[in-house]
């Protein structure tokens, strides 16, 4: 054999073991985790998202990743939160996509399958041509039933340094709504339908825990979307004042203790907390407007002397009973109205006397 011929022959050899070589470390240098879309128990109208995330063992540069659905049946349903096209930057080694999957409610029951094909290649234009371009596949495997699963885990719980209230709203009117400790809870719903627990019950203690100061209880707790994970509150109205204490957390489903914490936290002075303490929103104002419309419908039953005196101390101690958390506005307006009723009537008393006088002199 020629001497040219066994050097060209030698630098083909040479080349295709390098690009081998190359691709070989290519393709183990990218990944993904997991390589699966899977759900088997999703109902018609249900939403389910699942991160998957690209993995490289070096970011030397950007990559373009190209995201295609093959799946024809339900292709519409599924949904990559960085679009079809995206970059994965330089000097990261994992970047996560979240696959969100959102069924009809008009979808057949049944087993869907399907891929994502990801792949990835240099997004710089001038080496893209001829860089080699690495691949990936999510495999897809949903399935649609009719048979509704209630269920959760709870991740976390808290229960979070508050203040002692403040004036106005430290009057008892409000203070019986607004001052409460509250515990937080990290839910995750991984059932097919919404839930929440049935109900959170919170047991105090003294710090030394030797003496249970109140037992507390809610069972209005905000429901968490089916496939997904969300912080809730437990709300608890309070009479304990400033000092350090100990809750014992329990959480049910159903009638059924699934979890339970001891958890420490403490009831400060207005303003001693670096944020505040918690945070009340719109409900102390609420309350303020819902007192205020009260005290307006009290108002108007009692001008209207006529009737309240035919209905006489019936309607004032049904309204006494109804309007207990208002009673202190009560006797305030009640006390002022049995002035003004006086002073009507005598009003109207010398009115009639010096009619009457005009008559005899008529």
Known sequence: MKRGAITNLFGFFTVALCLLGYAKSASAG????????????????????????????????????????????????ITIDKGEEFVLPKGEVQVPMIVTVNVPKSAELGNYKGSINIKVASANAATAGVAIALGAR???????????????VVKTAAIPDFEML????NWKIFSTFL????????????GNVETAPSKVALEILDISKTKTLENLMD????????????????HFPTKLGVGQYWGKVKVYKGNDIVNAYEIAFTIAKPGELPNG??????????????YIVIAIIVLSFLIKIKVWRLTGKGLALLLAQFFAPIRPVARAVSKSTNSMKTGFWR??????????????RD
């Not at 945070?279 to 104002?285: A, E, K, Y």
């Not at 009003?347 to 005899?360: E, L, M």
Request: proline residues 7%; aromatic residues 8%.
């Open 277 to 290: 303490g918690l945070s009340l929103g719109l409900l102390p104002w609420l309350l303020l407007a819902g």
């Open 219 to 234: 069972k209005s707790i905000d429901k968490i979307p089916s496939f997904s994970t969300k912080e809730v509150s437990a």
């Open 166 to 169: 403040e004036w106005p709203w």
């Open 179 to 190: 001052h409460r400790a509250t515990v937080v809870l990290n839910i995750e719903n991984i």
């Open 347 to 360: 009003w109207v008393g010398t009115k009639v006397s010096q009619h009457n006088d005009r008559d005899r």
């Open 30 to 77: 990218f990944g993904i985790s997991p390589p699966y879309l899977k759900n088997q128990q999703l109902v018609p109208g249900s939403r389910f998202e699942q991160q998957i995330t690209l993995l490289r063992s070096s970011a030397d540069e950007d990559l373009k990743a190209t995201i295609k659905v093959n799946a024809p049946e339900i292709a519409p349903w």
């Open 138 to 152: 999510v495999d897809i495997d949903l399935t649609l039933t009719n048979v509704a699963n209630s269920d959760f």
